[in-house]
């Protein structure tokens, strides 16, 4: 079992105290009353022995009868004899022999046995009282005043050390229950009252107050929990302030984020450009969650990885930025050591772009690994991601409902053309045949013949020209991107040369709208026509480069090269081009090389950029 505490064990102690004393008083007060049991009657029995000793002498004295005197003497001694040695007497004498009362009682009676007695039992009958045996008798009677006068102190002197016993015994009550008092006072009420003043200050919320209090009694535990429970609310209390204050914070940084999204949703769906579009508000909702930088990475079928479309630091230009002007990603390289990236002790956060069955993109966002990303953070970004991906899958239906517009306008066109142009041109043909066949004779036969010659050249470029562009709008519907629209007019005219045509392309998916595409496309296969046709190349390469911010396309072969004019007779196949680069916003240059063949070039920057086509998952 445990022991009781100090402070029940202080209690228990003074209880006992108070205890003690009062049973000593008692015990005392009964052995000192007990021990003068029957002194009163002893003294007054040694009072009594006075007189009987002059009555003795009295009788003695006495005229009797010799016998009858000498009997009444005996029974007077014997009866004296008797109260002499009472039982009260004896009992109030104490048992130690070399006690002065014990001496003074023994004196008494040895004096009345051996002196006294003799003395009266001798003296003759009638006769006067000697001198001696009055001197006997007074001396004898002296002897038994000074054994009253002791017993009588001694009985007194019992009953003073009884009172004495008893104001003592009082006293130390006394005593101990004012110390108990000042105890309590010490270490009760005042510890109470410092317990109950810090409960009004916690009461207060104020825990500043503590009651340092010392020992190991249950108070000063009592006061070493409150002073725990003080700590422990200060800190809760303070935890719960910041918890609050962080709390609300988050909530104004997510009003603002909201705010921001809110207003980026509608820049998003307006601008074509999604790095204009996004890279402002990114780079807000950046100052306003303390992460960064954030990154989109959007999937394209002709690229095995993710391709990178948005950045909102970086210390080089993008190969992407189509505005040069634009420097709002641009970062120093100082700046851009500070970011917590992966070098850097930073941490990424991956969320998905896509929209129900379809992955687009991946969102990566950098954020200081010391500090963890709140769940508002986290739902803020899912929902910016939610919106990007509504806001690419958007774009995309419509580039591909502009494509597929285009398209079938490109259809309708090259329907009417084959049924119309194609038409007139084979019937022109056919007429410029029978021409011929009338054999005209005489002067104007060499005009004729070479005006014939001029009609069918023509005739036949036309011809061709219309060949090439059905066959542009036919690829076009079959092919809906540049690159594999590129592959497969790059395996036609391998097999037309014989010899494979070498292809480097590295432009960034979906980076030409609809309508540079097509005429990128027509001046690619321009050029080549004019490169297996005409200049008899056993080599031919193509170039799709991108060159940020513009695109560049070299055709090249090591054939005869142009004649001296720069154009061929009869053809009209550079004016074309040289349209269609006006029509891009581009320069075209159609020269000879150095070391032999020709070497077309076309350089132009895109008006606008579009989203890249998702991906399908699989899941």
């Known amino acids: ?37 029957g002194n009163a009657t002893a003294i007054n029995l040694a009072g009594a022995l006075r007189m009987g000793a002059f009555r003795l002498l009295s009788h003695a004295a006495s005229p009797e009868d010799d016998r009858v005197g000498e009997d009444k003497f005996q029974e007077l001694a014997s009866r004296y004899e008797l109260s002499l040695k009472d039982t009260h007497i004896t009992r109030a004498i104490p048992a130690t022999d070399d006690h002065p009362l014990a001496k003074q009682y023994r004196a008494i009676t040895t004096y009345w046995e051996k002196n006294l007695r003799p003395g009266l039992a001798n003296h003759p009958k009638g006769a006067p009282i000697n001198p001696e045996m009055l001197a006997a008798t007074e001396s004898y009677v002296a002897s038994v005043n000074q054994l009253v006068s002791m017993l009588e102190r001694r009985t007194e002197a019992r009953i003073g050390l009884m009172h004495l016993i008893q104001i003592i015994s009082l006293a130390f009550s006394i005593l101990i229950i004012v110390a108990l008092f000042v105890d309590l006072r010490n270490r009760v009420l005042k510890p109470l009252r410092k317990l109950v003043s810090i409960a009004r200050a916690v009461g207060e919320q104020d825990f500043s107050q503590k009651a340092n209090m010392k020992g190991s009694d249950e108070l000063a ?23 609050a204050r962080s709390k609300t914070e988050e909530l104004e940084k997510s009003h603002a984020a909201l705010q921001l999204l809110h207003s980026a949703s509608r820049s998003l769906f307006a601008n074509h450009d999604l790095c204009s579009g996004a890279v402002p508000m990114l780079q807000e909702l950046e100052q306003l969650l303390g992460i960064g930088p954030i990154r989109l990475y959007l999937h394209d079928k002709e690229s095995a990885e993710p391709v990178q479309t948005v950045t909102t630091a970086t210390t080089e230009r993008p190969f992407y930025c189509r505005d040069h002007h634009c420097n709002a990603c641009l970062v120093t390289h100082e700046v851009f050591d500070d970011l917590p990236l992966e070098e850097n002790d930073g941490r990424r956060l991956l969320l998905p772009i896509r929209t129900p069955g379809t992955l687009l993109g991946t969102l990566e966002v950098w954020y200081p690994a010391d500090e963890e990303l709140s769940d508002t953070a986290r739902h803020l970004l899912e929902t910016l991601s939610d919106q990007l991906a509504t806001a690419i899958f958007l774009e995309r239906q419509i580039t591909e409902e ?5 398209a079938e306008e490109r259809t309708v066109i090259a329907r009417e053309l084959h049924d119309s142009l194609a038409q007139s041109l084979s019937y022109l043909k056919m007429q410029v045949a029978r021409l011929r066949r009338l054999n005209i004779e005489g002067d104007q036969k060499s005009a004729h013949d070479a005006i014939l010659d001029e009609l069918s050249t023509g005739l036949n470029s036309a011809y061709r020209q219309l060949r090439e562009l059905l066959a542009t709008f036919r690829l076009k519907l079959d092919t809906p991107d540049l690159a594999t629209a590129l592959r497969k007019t790059i ?25 540079e595409e097509i005429h990128t496309l027509q001046i690619v296969r321009e050029g080549l026509a004019n490169a297996v046709k005409h200049a008899d190349a056993t080599e031919v390469a193509v170039d799709v480069l991108f060159e940020s911010p513009q695109v560049k396309v070299n055709i090249r072969d090591n054939g005869k090269g142009l004649p001296e004019g720069g154009q061929p007779v009869n053809h009209y196949g550079l004016i074309i081009m040289q349209d269609r680069a006006r029509t891009l916003g581009g320069k075209i240059s159609v020269q000879n090389r150095d070391n032999g063949g020709v070497e077309v070039i076309l350089t132009f920057i895109p008006k606008s950029r579009h989203l890249i086509p998702s991906e399908t998952s699989s899941s």
């Open 221 to 243: 535990q009592l006061g070493s929990a409150f002073d725990q429970m003080s700590s422990e609310l200060a800190l809760t209390y303070y935890e719960l302030e910041e918890r």
């Open 491 to 515: 395996a036609e005219f391998s097999t037309r040369l014989g010899k494979a045509v070498g292809l480097n392309y590295n432009l960034p998916p979906q980076a030409l709208s609809p309508n």
């Open 402 to 406: 502009q494509q597929l517009t285009l």
């Open 1 to 37: 079992m445990k022991s009781r505490s100090p402070l029940v064990n202080r209690i228990a102690i003074v209880v006992c105290a108070v205890v003690m004393t009062s049973l000593v008083s008692m015990a005392t007060t009964l052995a000192v009353s007990k021990s003068i049991e």
